[in-house]
């Protein structure tokens, strides 16, 4: 194919994709854009839900960790409890047998064994203690073993108690974990929806460019004058940042805002802009029919500004999270040229 016929052709894809991408209401950027924020948004309460629900699954597993070691300890509490309860009465029975095998004593022994009167009261108070001791002791560890037991079975409820609770907090994790799944997915697919959107519109301005560069001639009523006023040759510069991220402040090829942007691009032709959107729309002079390289304001004082590419699009760095971009102008307040 000639170059005279392949001229006609490349104007009318360029048509058609320029009409494609802003004729469909629900690829345009803007509407996506505010899509994926507010996705966003919705992920982010998700994600602050999720350290919250965390923190309380951690603590609940503490709790029950804690719970479980004292009952361990409270087991071994009983395991004593019963050895000593055991002696206590094996010596308490090997006592009595051998005072059954021994000669019975009794109070006329006391009495007669005994040299004074003092020493007698001193020997039957001996007797009783011993008798009274023994019986101390084995009560003494029943009482400690029941309060073991008692123990035991308050913490057995405790264990109940923190399991469920775990299990809670666990289902719970689970449900905000399906809800940041699904909208991460959704999140995928509008970001995937706002990447072909891009790449439509970079390859209409490719075939713009294209035919920007051979003879012009009308097609489907639309005609592309290169030769017109303002500085078209901007958008060849602005092109090759697209996809560099936006920066608050940014103006280099690192991370560009919005009015870093257009100051730079501009500065690489040689003209020079104020770093704010409001700055360059006092310097510049206002027109009412646009054209490729002229500067698209939006707000009065302006508060977001982009280079007008033509056909209803611009390129510019939109907001936070976003990369430089093809856009669409609607909604602009005005449009001017350095």
């Not at 998700?46 to 309380?56: E, G, N, P």
């Not at 730079?264 to 020079?272: F, P």
Request: aromatic share 6%; proline share 5%.
């Amino acid at each position: 194919m000639t170059r005279r016929r392949l001229v006609p052709a490349i104007i009318v894809l360029a048509t058609t994709l320029l009409l494609l991408v802003t004729a469909s209401p629900s690829l345009a950027t803007p509407s996506l854009s505010a899509k994926a924020r507010r996705i966003q948004r919705q992920l982010d309460a998700l994600y602050m839900r999720m350290d919250v629900a965390t923190d309380q699954y951690n603590a609940a597993n503490d709790r029950l960790a804690r719970v479980r070691s004292d009952m361990r300890q409270n087991e071994r509490n009983i395991a004593i409890a019963r050895y000593n309860l055991a002696v206590a009465k094996d010596t308490l029975h090997d006592r009595i047998v051998a005072m059954y095998k021994e000669r019975p004593v009794d109070l006329l022994d006391v009495i007669l064994q005994t040299k004074s009167f003092d020493e007698m009261l001193t020997q039957l108070d001996l007797l009783q203690k011993l008798g009274a001791s023994d019986a101390k002791v084995v009560r003494s560890i029943k009482t400690w073993e029941g309060e073991v037991q008692k123990r035991r079975v308050r913490l057995i409820a405790q264990r109940a108690t923190a399991t469920r609770l775990v299990s809670e907090v666990a289902a719970k994790r689970a449900l905000i974990n399906a809800d940041i799944a699904r909208s991460e997915r959704m999140l995928r697919g509008v970001k995937a929806q706002i990447a072909r959107y891009e790449a439509a519109q970079a390859a209409a301005a490719r075939a713009r460019a294209l035919a920007a560069d051979a003879p012009q001639v009308p097609s489907h009523g639309v005609v592309i004058d290169n030769s017109g006023p303002g500085h078209p040759g901007v958008i060849g510069v602005a092109q090759r940042y697209l996809g560099v991220p936006y920066v608050y402040g940014g103006a280099s090829p690192s991370g560009f805002d919005c009015s870093g942007f257009t100051m730079y691009c501009y500065a690489q032709i040689g003209i020079g802009l104020p770093h704010s959107a409001s700055g360059q729309q006092a310097s510049v002079t206002a027109v009412s029919s646009p054209q490729p390289g002229d500067l698209v304001f939006f707000g009065y004082p302006a508060h977001h500004v982009g280079l007008y590419v033509g056909g209803g699009s611009m390129i510019h760095a939109p907001h936070t999270g976003t990369v430089v971009s093809y856009g669409s102008t609607a909604g602009a307040s005005g449009y001017g040229r350095p």
